[in-house]
């Protein structure tokens, strides 16, 4: 066993694993802040 390697997920590659790791954030923060924009709470501008 090559203990330099570090856990690999036999299925999916770890840039799979990155980007959706991202999409989920990038989901669950777009929801959330459609929430608070609904409840009222005024979106900022970069």
Same mark, same amino acid.
């Given at each position: 066993?090559?203990? &330099?390697? &570090? /856990?690999? %997920? !036999? %299925?999916? =590659?770890?840039? +799979?694993?990155? =980007?959706?790791?991202?999409?989920? $954030? +990038? /989901?669950? $923060?777009?929801? =959330?802040?459609?929430? $608070?924009?609904?409840? &009222? $709470?005024?979106? =900022?501008? !970069?």
């Amino acid at each position: 066993m090559n203990r &330099g390697t &570090g /856990f690999r %997920w !036999p %299925w999916r =590659r770890r840039t +799979e694993i990155v =980007r959706a790791v991202d999409d989920e $954030l +990038e /989901f669950h $923060l777009a929801a =959330r802040a459609a929430e $608070l924009e609904a409840e &009222g $709470l005024a979106s =900022r501008s !970069p």
